[in-house]
């Protein structure tokens, strides 16, 4: 069963940076792209970028273009996403999930990991 | 940005209902669209891509159709374990955008 498990929830003060992992498992790691989504307080979802597991390209959501950056790790088959500068408005819940290529559906999603940003 | 619109925000509804959801885009996007369920504290799960085509593992009551601008998701008899949100998504292009979202309640 396909697995993507993110990490634990994160309390940052505004003006810093959080990393989010996610890693992937029961599936060939490099044959799908990951995405990036997050859903703010009472608020709906919002698309804020992609990586290709395979060659390590990003496409990022012009939103956070600057802010975001999404790495991975193939020995370990886990993804990364970075955001800095953070505002209160960045609090969310951030989901990683996996798409058969850029422009596609989401067919598995973590759990999402809760980033407070609050002073 | 392709804007998605859906509707109603929120449906309140009994188990055995059939409940429509409808979702329009503001400019055509043939039938790349995905619907989704999200419940609190869990992963989103997906019910149906392309429009109209059921994710494998989601039960028969789910389907999805139409294409452009109009789709609509419906649930011909509404189960307990269904009170959720539903979202619409398209991926026409780099800019993937979510509707904002329909609450499915008890009645």
């Known amino acids: 069963q396909v697995q993507l498990v993110q990490s634990g929830a994160e309390v940052k003060e505004p003006g810093a940076s959080v990393k989010v992992s996610c890693k992937a498992s029961?599936?060939?790691?490099?044959?799908?792209?990951m995405h990036w989504v997050r859903q703010a307080p009472g608020q709906g979802l919002e698309w804020m970028g992609l990586i290709i597991p395979l060659r390590g390209g990003t496409t990022y959501a012009e939103k956070f273009q600057g802010r975001v950056t999404m790495t991975r790790d193939s020995s370990t088959n886990t993804v990364y996403m970075e955001l800095s500068g953070l505002r209160s408005d960045d609090t969310a819940v951030y989901f990683c999930?996996?798409?058969?290529?850029?422009?596609?559906?989401?067919?598995?999603w973590g759990q999402g990991s809760l980033v407070t940003v609050s002073s | 940005d392709i804007q998605m619109t859906q509707s109603p925000s929120t449906l309140s509804a009994s188990v055995g209902d059939r409940v429509t959801v409808t979702c329009r885009a503001s400019q055509t996007i043939s039938t790349w669209l995905a619907w989704y369920q999200l419940k609190p504290g869990q992963a989103p799960k997906l019910l149906i891509y392309e429009a109209s085509t059921l994710e494998s593992g989601v039960p028969s009551r789910f389907s999805g159709s139409g294409s452009g601008t109009e789709f609509t998701l419906t649930i011909s008899s509404l189960q307990p374990d269904d009170f959720a949100t539903y979202y619409c998504q398209h991926y026409k292009n780099f800019s993937p955008t979510f509707g904002q979202g329909t609450k499915v309640e008890i009645k």
């Open positions: 029961e599936y060939t790691f490099t044959s799908f792209y």
């Open positions: 999930a996996r798409g058969q290529g850029d422009l596609t559906w989401y067919d598995y």
